[in-house]
């Protein structure tokens, strides 16, 4: 009997095309068919036509109305669609806009000439009306940044078709300039409330908003009175993440981007396609103390509020944080500003920190630093820093970040939570020191009610002063009393640092005619674009 | 006188070789090879975190504002520094730290819950079934990332709340597998011996069925951290991470996002660490998961 051989099974050659390899094969197909719409991902998209602007804004536009919120570069989209009597050119002198004539005849009286055949978009003439109701609308909103500007708002009184006097109780020599934040709307349309829609007199109108997203699309108004603007449509994009910011521009999907950091600038430095401008900026920036707190908290006095200024290295932060984009603040307000004092400097002491601390019995001190994202350039590095820097003379500090769209207006009026200090950054929209000192330092208790004192900020004296200082007509009288009321604002030590930041800007090469202002915002009419 | 003979050989086809390259063999090969490639990933990171405190590192929250942005490998600096001059390895490990246990503590919360829960609604079914699947497939309905932002804007970013919105949005998983799996054991004899003997529906369920159901849960439960450590990477890279000065990695990747393209390391050296240790823990999972499946319990447990 003979065994058989164990038979070997046989293989399959392999130029068979057997049913796996055909799977095999199909799937590797429908995959890169699949997958091949993922390439365009890989070019730029959405970039804007040859006649649309697209500009990339760091904070969110909710309106293009500014009686809540009018940060630097809004001003460039709200003056595009609504515009007031003056505005704030170059060397940050008084222009006129819709008024051609704005004179002071008396102390306390302004004489004021509308336009002749200045329309809204929808053809409407603009009225003395107009005007009155909108200062009028200004006075009744509450928590508005532009009421606080004025130490008193004007009555308006008609004297002919387009002429009116503006009254005021007291003599307020910076009207012309103040009247610059005052937009002019349809009476008809105007509340007490920004305004989520509507028309203006500029030489864009909007045809598409989403105010929530903060996204516009303005388009050119056909018989604009001031002359055709260059650019046909503007696109205004909120995107809040700066390397967001700077990709979009590098790859053309944005024209502009505004406030952005020396770190972002130092990237797009020398790009192709890409140039930067530079302007000294008329914003301050601070880390401003809570002046809502009791008498027997620490940070109510004085002394200790000085004492932690000492365990702040400016230097240092504005050197290496802010690569020498800032300068440290020398006084209560940007000394670009006409009227501002150098007061005194801000000087860097740990030791004497710990030793002013322990002597005030404020060591082992806890604080609340917050702030918003996006409130000025590279804010959570100097946050970070800064509580380092404090960390290192005992006081421990814990940071609070509020995103963009969050309830931070809520704490800066008192009524959201306890804070010891908040970022802020606060524009000299008129070009003059006494506007924002205005604004800051003159709260009263009747202010701070409702909330409306900046930071709970009430000191009686140094309100006076300033108001005496708004109200005088003579301008070497007014500096010098405006000087004492720097002095002794800073004398209250409201800050535990400030720092005056340049104003930066990115573009790409195809806009032209943007002439930066150092209140970081431009006229629209004047971009064109090549190419 | 008997002989005895030795049985012949029995031919047959199937060699070694034939066995060696079946498919249990290829799969047993698999699972040892996921497991150790895995285990040795999640190590390689997860160690160096827990251990961070002893290691040799510069604090990590130290700033020498004179060195930002320090390349790696420069003046004592494996990974080199970030914006604020900090040493980037120390604040990866102890940011693992907080990423890490926000996962773990969130993946132990989402598995006693859905462990819970879906072993009532499999064990007892009815109107218990009816209200955990309902709840389970309405919340598997949301949009997770969207429910978690919502969630952390109304309560407020904080290391507790971010740990109880992962865990929350994590027990359907579990509690769906855990269902299942109780629907077959609370069918077997051992089950009903269990009543007959008296016990009544929660003993028997506690006492008999969740542990021969626990193996297979707690392998889903292991899957789901590296889903945890994500999420919270996510939130925290979106802003409703813990505030800080907590480093995590989430939030170590957004600050170093505005610096991609002049400090390429601040984004891609966390996003490596990030991509090993989630690699690490699925493969370390699926290992498991294969192993469990190959190597069957004996009957009758």
């Known amino acids: 009997m003979t065994r058989t051989p164990p038979r070997t099974t046989p293989t399959p050659p392999h130029e068979t095309l057997t049913r796996r390899t055909l799977l095999r094969w199909g799937a590797a197909g429908g995959a890169g068919l699949g997958l091949a719409p993922l390439a365009a991902c890989a070019g730029p998209t959405g970039a804007p036509g040859p006649g649309t602007l697209t500009l990339g804004l760091n904070r969110s536009l909710v309106s293009l109305d500014n009686k809540l919120n009018q940060f630097d570069a809004a001003v460039t989209v709200q003056r595009a669609v609504r515009q007031a009597l003056t505005a704030i050119g170059p060397g940050m002198k008084p222009t006129p806009v819709l008024a051609d004539r704005f004179e002071m005849t008396a102390p306390t009286t302004w004489s004021v000439r509308l336009r002749e055949g200045i329309r809204y978009s929808d053809g409407r003439p603009v009225t003395v009306e107009d005007v009155a109701t909108a200062v009028r609308m200004y006075g009744e909103v509450a928590g508005s940044f532009v009421l606080g500007l004025f130490p008193e708002l004007p009555s308006v009184e008609a004297t002919g078709a387009r002429t009116f006097l503006l009254h005021t109780r007291q003599p307020v020599p910076v009207l012309d300039r103040l009247m610059a934040n005052i937009l002019i709307t349809p009476a008809k349309d105007n509340r007490p409330e920004e305004l989520r829609s509507g028309v203006g007199t500029g030489p864009y109108r909007v045809v598409g908003a989403n105010s929530g997203a903060g996204e516009y699309t303005l388009a050119r108004v056909p018989r604009y009175w001031g002359g055709r603007p260059a650019v046909e449509r503007v696109r205004v994009r909120f995107v809040p993440e700066e390397s967001s910011r700077v990709v979009a521009l590098r790859s053309g999907e944005l024209d502009v981007i505004d406030t952005i950091t020396p770190d972002s600038a130092e990237q797009l430095t020398g790009l192709p396609g890409v140039h930067l401008e530079q302007t000294s900026g008329v914003r301050l920036c601070q880390l401003f103390y809570n002046f809502r707190k009791p008498r027997d908290h620490p940070l109510a006095d004085a002394r200790v509020r000085r004492a932690l200024t000492y365990a702040i290295d400016g230097e240092s932060l504005v050197r290496d944080v802010l690569t020498g984009s800032a300068e440290q603040a020398a006084g209560v307000v940007p000394l670009s500003l006409q009227g501002a004092e150098r007061t005194g400097s801000f000087v860097h002491d740990p030791a004497r920190a710990r030793q002013s601390l322990k002597s005030l019995g404020a060591d082992g001190l806890r604080i609340r630093i917050m702030w918003e994202s996006g409130e000025f350039a590279a804010d959570t590095s100097v946050m970070e820093a800064v509580a380092e820097m404090l960390k290192d003379v005992g006081v421990r500090t814990s940071l609070l970040q509020f995103e963009p769209g969050g309830d931070i207006l809520k704490w800066r009026q008192g009524k959201g939570g306890d804070w010891d200090v908040i970022g802020n950054g606060f524009p000299g929209p008129t070009g003059q020191a006494v506007t924002m000192l205005q604004a800051m330092y003159a709260g009263t208790a009747e202010d701070e009610r409702t909330g409306d004192a900046f930071m709970g900020y009430v000191d009686p004296a140094i309100a006076r002063r300033i108001s005496d200082a708004a109200t005088e007509a003579d301008p070497a009288a007014r500096d010098r009393e405006l000087a004492a009321a720097q002095h002794a604002v800073w004398d209250t030590w409201p800050c535990l640092w400030a720092f005056v930041p340049k104003t930066l800007l990115a573009r790409r090469t195809r806009v032209e005619g943007i002439g930066l202002l150092p209140v970081n915002s431009y006229d629209l009419t004047a971009v064109r674009l090549e190419g | ?301």
């Not at chain 2, 600096?77 to 390895?89: A, I, P, S, Y």
């Not at chain 2, 064990?123 to 949009?143: K, N």
């Not at chain 2, 626990?214 to 996510?234: C, G, K, Y």
């Not at chain 2, 995590?248 to 996002?257: K, L, N």
Request: net charge positive.
């Open chain 2, 1 to 301: 006188m008997t002989t005895t003979l030795a049985p012949p050989e029995r031919p047959s086809a199937v060699s070694e070789r034939h066995l060696a390259r079946s498919s249990a063999a290829r799969q047993r090969r698999g699972a040892r090879v996921k497991l150790w490639a895995g285990a040795f990933c999640t190590a390689l990171v997860a160690l160096p975190v827990a251990l961070a405190g002893l290691l040799p590192l510069a604090d990590p929250n130290t700033q020498d504002l004179s060195r930002r942005r320090l390349p790696p490998l420069t003046d004592g600096h494996l990974f080199g520094t970030d914006q604020l001059g900090r040493d980037l390895l120390s604040r990866l490990l102890h940011g693992g730290q907080v990423s890490l246990t926000v996962g773990v503590l969130a993946v132990v919360v989402s598995g006693l819950i859905g462990i819970a829960a879906g072993s009532a609604a499999g064990y007892f079914g009815g109107w218990i079934d009816t209200v955990v699947s309902r709840l389970l497939e309405a919340q598997l309905a949301l949009p997770l990332l969207m429910m978690l932002l919502l969630v952390v804007a109304l309560f407020g970013p904080s290391v507790t709340v971010i740990t109880c919105v992962i865990a929350v949005a994590q027990w359907p998983e579990v509690a769906r597998l855990t269902r299942s799996l109780v629907l077959v054991e609370r069918e077997k004899p051992y089950v009903a011996a269990a009543r007959l003997l008296g016990l009544r529906g929660w003993s028997v369920l506690a006492r008999h069925i969740v542990p021969n159901v626990l193996r297979p849960a707690s392998l889903v439960v292991l899957l789901l951290l590296a889903q945890a450590v994500l999420l919270e990477s996510a939130l925290s890279f979106l802003g409703a991470g813990p505030q800080r000065p907590f480093a995590t990695w989430g939030r170590i990747i957004s600050d170093g996002q505005d610096y991609i393209t002049t400090s390429w390391w601040l984004v891609t050296l966390p996003g490596l660490v990030i991509a090993l240790l989630v690699v690490g823990v699925n493969l370390l999972g699926d290992g498991l998961r294969d192993r469990v499946r190959t190597h069957k319990p004996a009957k009758g447990v």
